[in-house]
């Protein structure tokens, strides 16, 4: 399945700070995990990851450290902030409303059918 | 086999990392964050049982290409490429752009050449009628100014309009009142309606968008490398002058009367416009000029105004009320605020906290405390001598900047102690410019009659 490249920016924010609530991470873990939390449909182009990380930090939603580790390579982690939390709450009552809205509208109608799961036995 | 697969792995992430380098708009850091998460792709894609070479392939891939991710970059970090207006999206034809550009400089800059001469035209002369160019030079110089990035940002025909109807109240604020060449109100219009109008044109330099605090920030930049060419072309013009005058005289003719009613004064009108052409076109020569001038100057600014408040203790009696003094110690502050501005606009907002950040904090808290020891000069005038256009504008100033560096100070230390972002700052001092325009506004258009055109 293919999601469009709207949808796709829409839930990025949200996505990146819902991750980052559960504890600081870096990019590519957290693409990894945006990965595995869609089950492999949120499809994002690596790169442009970090203009949005870069977009909430200047923001002040999240803040960065670089880590050094003796003898590794130096790695840029980002955290959530108080203000990022909040932010976070709103845009989690804003996909709620417009997910209650989708939801009404594609039980209410009888032109719909409910979607048939593709792993469905029917 | 698996030691040569690694080095050639190495190159390749070396190769792609200069590649990564020679962008512009990715700094090192940048660069660096993205290599690690190549790094970080590549080794799950050879523990997945890839080659290294295959592995590197894919993950470069997954990247992106590189000038969509740029774009993204540039697109947030819009400081880093400012004086490309990244979002006018002029990137077909630069060339034949490029020479619109300077047709159109060209003539605006004539036009501002020939706007202080036109008054001549009607028996305006520059010495018996000066009060006229006193209250008129700012519209000759900045309309043009403005017209010129009207064209460059093809702004729609609401906000020149808007532009329009802002000058045309500059010109009934300049001219509607009866000032006489020696009163008080005839010099604070002077030296307010050029502020006012150049942040009118701060509104058609942002293409419109003036409300975007990135705009600002931009236009803030805009301002301080305008202010370097502007100098610098003053400079020129002075070596200029002087060998026309020499070499004339050294053959029997007098330039003076050219050099001082058209030389001088056209001159400066066309650099006005020049200078804002050189900086959108030639930015990246003195790119780093002004934050160099600023790294120079924020010590030994800070270094002064400690010692001037040392002496104030040890003499022990306040700053002496005389007029010509206040007005230097306003200067003084202004140009603090300039510098203050200038490092913040050229601040790299994601940086920690560092020394020259204390440096700053040590210079806005000494200046606050000029600031106080102004005000309560000023006040002690006023309760002596009473309300005057120029002691109430004093006030209005020193009580416009207190405001602004009171706040500034309390902004830093939160930044200093880890409290804040620095984002907090570029917000307040770009929002502050709404009031440097009000205040200028308020004393061009209310204080003539408000003070009976004293």
Redesign the interface.
Known sequence: MHITKDLVAASATPLVLGILAEGQS????I??QVNELSGGHLEW????L??LL??L????HV??T?DSPPGG????YYRITDQGLAELAEQRRQWAAVVDALRGVWTAGPVLRPITPQWGVA | MSVDSDKDLESQIAEWRAYVRRRRELHSTDAEELEDHLRGRIADLTAAGLHPDEAFLIAVKRMGSLDEVSREFAREHSGRLWKQLVLTGDDGGATTRNRHDLLVMIVCAAAAALAIKIPALFGLDFDDDSVFFMRNMSLFALAPLAAYFAWRRRLQPMVTGLLALLFAVGVVGANAYPLAADSHTLVLTTIHLPIALWLVVGVAYAAGQWRSEQRRMDFIRFTGEWFIYFVLLALGGGVLTGIIAGTFNAIGLNPETFISEWLLPCGAMAAVVVAAWLVEAKQSVVENMAPVLTRVFTPLFTATLLTLLGAFIVAGNGIDADRDVLILFDVLLVVVLGLLLYSISARDAANPPGLFDKLQLALVVSALAIDVLVLVAITGRITEFGFTANKTAALGENLVLLANLGWSAWLFLGFIRGRRPFTVLERWQTRYLVVYAAWAAVVVLVFPPLFAYA
Not at chain 1, 57 to 60: C, I, N, T, V
Not at chain 1, 73 to 76: L, Q, Y
Request: positive net charge; aromatic residues 16%; hydrophobic residues 20%.
């Open positions: 870096y990019g590519y873990a693409l990894k182009t690596d790169g442009l970090y203009p870069h977009r930090e200047r923001l002040g803040e960065s670089w390579r130096r790695r840029k």
